[in-house]
């Protein structure tokens, strides 16, 4: 099992820059690791992934301006997030499985607790 707690959000105008953190606990490597956001009203989306070795994922929406990555030896996955948008206000939660279907974690996801991002116009 493995428990996740989100950090590093806050709120930003338009074009601005957030950093997210995940402090994940457990066996780190072995997990397939993911950002997912929801807004008000609206279903909960996939933003990045990180599979078991690194390899990263994108929403079309995100690709160019968000980054994922992770620190094997601090457990800690990050969301740089750059050229921030108000439609990218939401709450982001960090999520894990130990399976990895396409490179985004599959069933039986660990989820944190979220941390909100809000972005003005």
């Known amino acids: 099992q493995v428990q996740l707690v989100e950090s590093g959000g806050g709120s930003v105008q338009a074009g601005g820059s957030l950093r997210l953190s995940c402090a994940a606990s457990g066996y780190f490597s072995s997990y397939c690791m993911a950002w997912f956001r929801q807004a008000p009203g609206k279903e909960r989306e996939g933003v990045a992934a990180?599979?078991?070795?690194?390899?990263?994922s994108y929403a079309d929406s995100v690709r160019g301006r968000f980054t994922i990555s992770k620190d094997t030896a601090s457990r800690t996955l990050f969301l740089q997030m750059n050229s921030l948008k108000p439609e990218d206000t939401a709450m982001y939660y960090c999520?894990?499985?130990?399976?990895?279907?396409?490179?985004?974690?599959?069933?039986?996801?660990?989820w944190g607790q979220g941390t909100q991002v809000t972005v003005s116009s």
């Open positions: 999520a894990a499985s130990t399976s990895c279907p396409g490179g985004w974690p599959g069933a039986n996801k660990y």
């Open positions: 990180t599979d078991y070795v690194g390899r990263p």
